[in-house]
């Protein structure tokens, strides 16, 4: 096992861990509960509370102190990914290589599961023993800023509005960079957060989130046309079933491949002047080669 993936692993089990202290599978769990496990722990790659935890410690903090914060990304993550996943809006039936929580949990469930985990999230991160009051609004903030109509589901309402469209690369750009860019730039945010970092360090781990998440979405959106739904853990041709303008069909597999490493660069240029930075970097670098 190479130290990137046993860094990235070990994050993954703090999480995990730390979700079934909060949720565990008992007999007197109602359908809510058991709806809200199923998406949440589910397999998945963990990069947002990893990242997390990795700016926590670039930035000279605990890993601990840093977990309510990286555990409250990932819930907010995880009632995205529920919420894109019902027929009102992408209508997708995998995810994380199983049916979607609707297909199972149905959509009233699944979308009460989705809200529960959103209140959720912002009461691990307000609440956080570690850390003092002020820190935890900070961050309160920050997750509300980037996962609210300026960030995330402003990127997402964009995206419904755009279907048949034609969408410009500038387009793409500015719905990407709220739709995936944002929650990632909350996740290496609240590693400063919770570091004590000071304002230049955070602004960049803004940069380096800003453009890692650009080229994550690039290289999610060849994927999507490149590999099977099988391989890929999630209905694959669902950007075309959609018709959805991406990188991948405005630039091309190569193009948007091309792009993907001009932007990699960029992320790992704004934290190359700190000590430690290189996981960080080699990590988006690696990200490139992802198959799923």
């Not at 589910?42 to 605990?62: D, N, S, V």
């Not at 650009?214 to 999507?224: G, P, V």
């Not at 430690?276 to 490139?288: I, N, W």
Request: with cysteine; aromatic share 6%; charged share 25%.
């Amino acid at each position: 096992m190479s130290a990137q993936d046993s860094r990235l692993e070990k994050h993954v089990k703090m999480v995990w861990d730390a979700f079934e202290e909060c949720f565990p599978a008992v007999p007197g769990n109602t359908d809510l509960i058991k709806s809200m496990r199923y998406s949440l722990l589910a397999p998945g790659k963990r990069i947002r509370p990893h990242l997390t935890m990795e700016f926590c410690k670039l930035f000279g903090g605990e890993e601990q102190k840093a977990l309510p914060y990286a555990c409250a990304v990932e819930a907010l993550h995880t009632y995205s990914l529920i919420h894109d996943d019902l027929p009102c809006m992408d209508n997708d039936d995998l995810r994380r290589g199983r049916p979607t929580n609707h297909r199972v949990y149905g959509e009233a469930m699944a979308m009460l599961a989705g809200d529960a985990l959103q209140a959720f999230a912002f009461g691990l991160a307000a609440s956080n023993p570690h850390l003092d009051g002020e820190k935890n609004a900070r961050a309160v903030a920050l997750l509300a800023d980037r996962s609210g109509y300026a960030g995330m589901c402003g990127g997402q309402e964009e995206d419904i509005q755009n279907e048949d469209k034609a969408v410009t690369g500038a387009d793409l750009d500015r719905i990407n960079m709220k739709k995936t860019g944002a929650l990632l730039e909350a996740a290496c945010g609240l590693g400063c957060i919770a570091a004590g970092a000071d304002e230049d360090a955070f602004e960049s781990a803004l940069t380096y989130a800003r453009n890692f998440g650009a080229a994550f979405q690039i290289i999610d959106d060849i994927l999507d046309i490149t590999v099977p739904s099988k391989e890929l853990g999630k209905s694959a041709l669902s950007d075309v079933k959609n018709q959805k303008t991406t990188y991948a069909t405005l630039l091309g597999v190569q193009g948007a491949s091309e792009l993907a490493r001009r932007l990699t660069g960029r992320a790992v240029r704004a934290i190359e002047a700190y000590e430690g930075s290189e996981y960080l970097s080699d990590f988006a670098t690696k990200l490139l080669e992802r198959k799923k």
